[in-house]
């Protein structure tokens, strides 16, 4: 069964260090998320991209934040400057269609900022 | 904008007993998705059901069923037969379609004891 893929699985940073979250979406899906969970919080959205550009975002993804389709298969979220509150889960999504299918998560990536 | 309310932080059951999550929400949508997702420790979103607004048939997915009341915008999940590896947060999300974000509730945290 065809799965969304996030590397890598536990990121340790620096604050103030940049950096890049990456995700494979579902092949054939369209639309693309991230949404991010503090620990013991719930989940909340960051970003939606589709057809090569954002579609919403949230007011928590602000200029330090930033994403990307560098190709044809890859998702990234890219934080340029790590500050201790960025740390969390981060779960890339998609989905085939907008009104007809189900957004699959991936397993998530654990960033932890020093 | 929407909003999805858990009241209940944790609940407890036995091994092989029933127990009922309860979720609340807000929007002035008329078609839209509601789902339940499981977060066992390791942090993975996994779905457990999902139930179509303009269907009247309460979903079930083996132990799994929702009670749906569109009207009261009321979206229980019933678990039967509990087991241990049911334990875990259950966190209810709203979709209003259209490519949009997910909006979940706080989450509930379920603890099956033996």
């Known amino acids: 069964e065809p799965e969304v893929t996030q590397t890598p699985s536990h990121q340790v940073t620096q604050m103030g260090q940049e950096v890049i979250l990456r995700c494979v979406p579902i092949?054939?899906?369209?639309?693309f998320y991230w949404y991010r969970q503090i620990l013991g919080q719930k989940v909340e959205f960051l970003v939606s991209f589709y057809n090569n550009e954002i579609s919403e975002k949230s007011e928590i993804f602000d200029d330090q934040f930033s994403v990307e389709r560098p190709d044809g298969s890859n998702f990234t979220l890219k934080i340029r400057s790590t500050k201790l509150e960025d740390s969390a889960m981060y779960f890339c999504?998609?989905?085939?269609?907008?009104?007809?299918?189900?957004?699959?998560f991936g397993p998530g990536t654990r960033l932890t900022v020093l | 904008a929407q909003t999805v309310t858990q009241s209940q932080p944790e609940m407890s059951v036995q091994e092989a007993e029933t127990v009922t999550l309860s979720c609340t929400y807000d929007?002035?949508?008329?078609?839209?998705?509601l789902f339940w997702y499981k977060q066992p420790p390791s942090r993975q979103m996994i779905l457990v059901i999902r139930?179509?607004?303009?269907?009247?048939q309460n979903a079930t997915e083996n132990r799994f069923s929702v009670n749906f009341q569109k009207a009261a915008k009321s979206f229980s999940l019933k678990i039967s037969d509990s087991q241990l590896g049911d334990t875990a947060m259950y966190f209810c999300?709203?979709?209003?379609?259209?490519?949009?974000?997910?909006?979940f509730g706080e989450g509930t945290q379920l603890t099956v004891n033996p």
């Open positions: 999504a998609s989905r085939g269609g907008p009104s007809t299918d189900t957004q699959y």
């Open positions: 139930q179509e607004a303009y269907k009247q």
């Open positions: 929007t002035s949508e008329s078609n839209y998705y």
């Open positions: 092949s054939n899906h369209l639309y």
């Open positions: 999300a709203f979709d209003p379609l259209s490519g949009s974000r997910l909006t």
